[in-house]
């Protein structure tokens, strides 16, 4: 199996690297001053074990790919690039070709299956940072992440089993799971907090905020009659399998919507998240007032190009609309 993977900034290109320690062939496609970077010196993946720099074929277009039996899509790109990501896809490789969201949030698996007939999901549990052009770096060690991964809408086959087996090969921890998405909505509700990290810094302990965006977060998908693991569960999937450690030189800034600001990239994937929640509780009746100004304060910032953290949790707060 040769892995396309598309999108290889924190959790593409790290998870490519880590791939090709393993013995697969990995074909990359990026844009922009990271995919110069990558041309010129190869992709640098930093861990806390060290660097190793990789030289990996990689372009700009699908297109330019040579197409083979037996290929897989790694779909790494935000939500946001995901509808032009698919159909960059759909114009040159097989409709057969297993496509594989491993993304946060809950959109992607369904825009990929309109062009593609095995499309899988990906539960990501990956601390990962992009920090320069052509270079990325795990956050954790000896385990870099945790990727369960099952057929979507629901399911596992031969394919889920053989991606689970070269996750594993790269050192992650990973399970075919027929619910995957039953883990990626409880992954959705854990990352409502990225948006306010973003603007804000850190959540300080005590804070309310968190329980305030889940609390919505879960009686919305009640509402909708979406099924999502537990907390329980989820603390005893994770148990201590990702342990940070120093990566020699670097620090982590924060989630991936974070790290947007940060690089100042003009759009965060906060729709796909907070505004998730947001969409649903607009079909389903249920207000959601904190996820929606999360989204609307996240959004103005990457616009504005504003740095992470800038914005006072009081502030924050203080915008939410009363009702």
Request: glycine content about 10%.
């Amino acid at each position: 199996m040769r892995f396309v993977v598309y999108g290889a900034g924190a959790v593409g290109g790290t998870l490519a690297g880590l791939l090709a320690d393993a013995g697969y062939e990995v074909r990359l496609v990026a844009r922009g001053a990271h995919l110069a970077a990558i041309r010129r010196e190869g992709l640098r993946v930093l861990s806390p074990a060290g660097a190793r720099t990789h030289r990996l074929p990689a372009t700009d277009t699908p297109g330019a790919l040579d197409w083979r039996p037996g290929d897989a899509v790694l779909l790494c790109v935000k939500s946001t690039q995901t509808n032009d990501a698919v159909r960059a896809l759909a114009a040159c490789a097989s409709p057969e070709t297993p496509v594989v969201c491993v993304q946060n949030a809950v959109a992607n698996e369904a825009t990929a299956l309109r062009r593609f007939a095995g499309v899988y999901g990906v539960c990501v549990m990956f601390p990962s940072t992009h920090l320069t052009p052509g270079t990325v770096a795990a956050d954790c060690a000896p385990v870099p992440g945790i990727l369960d991964i099952g057929r979507y809408p629901h399911g596992t086959d031969r394919t889920a089993e053989a991606i689970a087996e070269a996750f594993r090969a790269a050192t992650f921890h990973s399970e075919p799971r027929p619910d995957v998405m039953r883990w990626k909505y409880r992954k959705l509700l854990t990352n409502l907090t990225n948006a306010v990290e973003a603007v804000c810094g850190r959540i300080p302990p005590g804070s309310d905020v968190v329980a305030r965006l889940r609390d919505e977060g879960e009686a919305v998908l009640r509402a909708a009659g979406i099924a999502f693991a537990s907390e329980a569960e989820d603390r005893e999937r994770r148990g201590d399998i990702l342990q940070r450690r120093p990566v020699e030189g670097q620090s982590r800034g924060g989630s991936s919507s974070w790290q947007s600001l940060a690089r100042g990239t003009g759009s965060v994937e906060t729709d796909y998240l907070n505004g998730e929640i947001v969409l649903l509780g607009r079909l389903h009746g249920v207000p959601t007032p904190v996820n929606a100004h999360a989204q609307r304060t996240a959004n103005a910032y990457a616009r504005a190009g504003a740095r992470p953290g800038t914005l006072s949790l009081p502030e924050f707060l203080a915008g939410i609309p009363r009702g």
